[in-house]
């Protein structure tokens, strides 16, 4: 019994001290979660330049029940050649009339791609 007794002293010991050191962990902020859409997709094709604003909506709901609505604006391009020049930008709650944030450069050259 006396035993025991050591045995049970030493896991109540333990488990305070896990339980002590588990209250005092602060844990790493996961940095956010970024999250993108995809409205369009431009093909590359020689022979038909062309420049563009592609105006996006995304209507999302959140965790507490509620809608909202977020807008951005990005510039799309492509040259004679085919290159294809995108300019994302971060969305915005009020509309398009925002200046945002460059969040991306997106080039895409098809005559560097490795065949």
Known sequence: MR???????ATAALAVSVGAAHAQVTYAPDGGT???IQSITISAKPGAPFQATVVTSW????????E??????????RDSTGR???????FTPTGNTD???ISE?????PARVKK
């Open 105 to 109: 450069l997106d080039y895409y050259d």
């Open 59 to 66: 209507k999302r709901r959140l965790e507490d029940g509620t």
């Open 84 to 90: 294809v020049f995108q300019e994302r930008r971060d």
């Open 3 to 9: 035993g025991f007794s050591k045995h049970l002293f």
């Open 68 to 77: 909202t609505t977020i807008y951005n604006h990005r510039t799309v391009a």
């Open 34 to 36: 970024r999250e993108m």
């Open 99 to 101: 200046v945002t944030r």
